[in-house]
């Protein structure tokens, strides 16, 4: 069912329109820049909320991506299905013109290839490329978004919902360009998940064992973080 599930995401639900954007998505090195400007924008101008919400993402993301996906990777070792699946579309984000950030790639026409070269629709400009290589199981991608949305969830309530559709877009779009298995962002979902709760409980222990010592100004005005 897995097999078949990533066939119908990567091969028969579709359009340019998605190649274009879910490519964007997945491509981490095209947004990772500006979420970075975002939280150091949010450090230095951001309350006392936001600066521990973004201090527990921080958490949250070195437990998922640090701890839980790298030792799951290297234990199961299961290849990508861009190294295995015969007929496998691998979606890539355009590239940028030169001197502009890699962003831009958004406006270009996605790289679509296939890396074994059988089973192959018929196709003006077909691209028979190289297989990715790298470790699938679970999708890093999805541990540490899903991570993040755990945790906006938890100190915003429903003003934090408002990034579960993007982690789960990041998620889906993992399956859509090829990188993963679904069940491998199952696994990556369930994994940011506990690791956004657990990041909080730490964090939450923490405060409440030294915030009244160590930032007793603080403490009095937030003696819980939420």
């Not at 990567?10 to 090195?29: C, M, Q």
């Not at 230095?44 to 909320?49: A, S, T, V």
């Not at 999708?139 to 559709?165: D, E, K």
């Not at 998940?193 to 909080?200: D, E, K, P």
Request: a positive charge; aromatic letters at 12%.
């Amino acid at each position: 069912m897995d097999q078949q599930l990533q066939i119908l995401i990567n091969r028969e639900w579709i359009a340019p329109w998605a190649d274009r954007v879910l490519a964007f998505l997945s491509n981490y090195g095209a947004w990772a820049p500006w979420l970075l400007l975002l939280v150091v924008l949010g450090v230095i101008f951001g309350d006392f909320k936001l600066r521990t919400a973004l201090l527990t993402i921080g958490l949250a993301v070195g437990l998922c991506d640090g701890i839980g996906v790298n030792i799951l990777k290297h234990a199961v070792a299961r290849p990508r299905p861009s190294q295995v699946e015969p007929g496998v579309r691998y979606v890539e984000m355009g590239l940028a013109p030169a001197h502009c950030p890699k962003i831009v790639g958004i406006l270009s026409d996605p790289k679509v290839s296939y890396p074994h070269g059988t089973n192959l629709p018929e196709m003006p400009g077909l691209l028979l490329a190289d297989a990715p290589t790298g470790r699938s199981f679970p999708s890093g991608h999805a541990a540490n978004n899903m991570a993040v949305a755990t945790v906006l969830i938890l100190f915003y309530r429903r003003g934090g919902w408002f990034y579960l559709p993007i982690a789960l877009s990041i998620s889906y779009a993992r399956i859509y360009t090829g990188s993963h298995w679904p069940l491998d962002v199952a696994a990556g979902i369930l994994l940011g998940i506990i690791g956004g709760r657990a990041a909080f409980w730490i964090i939450q222990s923490l405060w409440r064992l030294w915030g009244k010592r160590f930032f007793p100004a603080q403490f009095a005005t937030h003696p819980e973080l939420i």
